[in-house]
Structure formats: structure tokens, C-alpha cells
């Protein structure tokens, strides 16, 4: 089985090279590594030139314009990637009979909801990040129907890249006290945790056959870690869990705030948990709770 894993340098991206592993018959799968540079999601010819080469049988797609608040004033650019850059790789995809996971966000929903969302939940952005996500969702679903598969997720963090346990992790080290947003909800997830649930994923969309997707809807996941957070907490665990590992050397006080006293360019879901029972059912993954996920990550973090 040929794999295309796009969005190498990003958090999930490097999660999915370091969990490889966990494919059933690794050995006999040929996985190719491409990031922007090696690979421009907007440029069609390149996309239909790469893929025509590799053949593939499966395209993982793990990039995405990430850039919230820059959205923005950038749209151009965010649907670039978000929507018309997921279009060059669906229709390639179609071309070449090869299947797709698609990975979008919990930025779909206007966070109003007071219950876990379902992947049927009416979708609703309030922001250009979020919509350009939805706008590459139908894409997918328009071009390749059942042929497809997206994964929507929240919070995402790991050891690799830019993101909110490292900022924390390096304000409590720099700062002598923190305020942090109370009033926005969701859960936090490990990329590694995500990574894995994506390979189980490829494993079962490999052995179904291409009748399977006749006349079907594209599947729709929700995954992240289990239980439910504020980012104020989130905060809190963080510190308390890197006092533990050493990797803090000072407990600092972290104030809660409203969202309205931290105020962005990008309006953000207050309350974005999803729910994850068909995504456990579909990959046979079972979620692990944020904080044990947490501390796991920390365990392996080399502060930098």
C-alpha cells in the first residue's frame, strides 16, 4: 500500500513519522513524507504530477493555513490552502481512484452548543479560519464522497512545533504571574494520541474495497482526548505537572480571565468538546484522558 502523508514539518505531521509503526504490516507499506516546500497543496499541476508518479492508495492530508487571527486580513491566502489547495488534492485523489483523510477543526462550529458535538451537528464558523476549513470539508465531500474521510480535532499539542503547552511552558518560566481565559471549553489533545487513531484509521480504510464507497456519504470523525477543560486549567495542569518533571522551577499565580479581557482578531468557539463515540467505534481507539496524555507528553519534552 502507497501513502501520502502531506504536512510533514507540522505538529501531526511529525507525530504520524514517529508513529508509523503502529500500521498493520508496516513493512508493507510505502509511506512518502512531503511538506510545503517539497510539495504546494495549491499548485494543481504539481499535486496531480507528485501523486501521478507515487500512485498512491491513500492521501493523508495534514496541512492546513493555521494562522487564526491572521486569517483574518489573509483570506486569500487561508483559502488557498484551506479550501482550494484540499480541492487539487481530492480531485487528484478521484483521478487516481486513491482514498483520503482529510484532518479539519473543531473551528467548523460556532461554539453555542452546550452538549459534546456530533459530525452530523450543524456546522456554523465565526471565523475566516473556520470557515475555510468548512469551505475544504465540502470539497472533499463534494469530489470523493465516500471515498473519504474527515477528522476534526481541537487543541492540538506535542513536543514538535508552536503551541499552547509550550508557550505555557515558557511564560511560567519567563512571567511572574499569568492571566489565562476560563470562559472558553473544550479538550486538549496529544498529536501522538491523534497520529496513532489516523493510522488505525488508514488500516480499515485499506481493506475496503472501492465498491464500498458507491453512492456514500464522506465519514466524518471527531477526535481528541477525553474529558472536558478551560484553557485557564489547562494552564493550571501544566504548571503543576512541569513543577513535578522539573522542567519549572518556580510555581508563578495564574489568574483566570474572561475571553472578553484577551480580546483577538478571530472570534474563538466558547465551548468546542466533541464527541468521539463514532471515531472510537470506526479506528478501535480508545481516548485517553488529556491529563494522562499530558503527562506523558511532558515526561518526553526537552525544554527548549
Known sequence: MKIIVIGRNGQLGWELQRT????????????????SQELDITNELQVSKIFTKIQPDLVINAAAYTAVDKAETDLEQAYAVNEYGVKNIAK??????????????????????????????????????????????????NILAGQASIVRTAWVYSEHGNNFVKTMLRLMAEKEQLGVVYDQVGTPTWAKGLAIMI??????????TSETHINVPTSIYHWTDAGVTSWYDFAMAIQ????????????????????????????????SVLDKTHAEAASGVKTQHWRESLVQMLENYEYQ
Open 20 to 35: 508509523e509503526q503502529t500500521l498493520a504490516h508496516a513493512d508493507t507499506h510505502e509511506v512518502h513524507y512531503f511538506g
Open 92 to 141: 487528484t485523489c478521484k483521478e487516481l481512484n486513491a482514498k483520503m483523510i482529510h484532518v479539519s477543526t473543531d473551528f467548523v462550529f460556532d461554539g453555542t452548543q452546550n452538549t459534546p458535538y456530533l459530525p452530523t451537528d450543524k456546522t456554523n464558523p465565526v471565523s475566516v479560519y473556520g470557515a475555510s476549513k468548512l469551505a475544504g470539508e465540502k470539497q472533499v465531500q
Open 199 to 208: 493510522w488505525s484509521l488508514a488500516n480499515k480504510m485499506r481493506q475496503e
Open 240 to 271: 503543576e505537572i512541569a513543577l513535578e518533571k522539573g522542567l519549572l522551577e518556580k510555581k508563578i499565580p495564574i489568574r483566570p480571565i474572561p475571553a472578553t479581557a484577551y480580546p483577538t482578531p478571530a472570534k474563538r468557539p466558547s465551548f
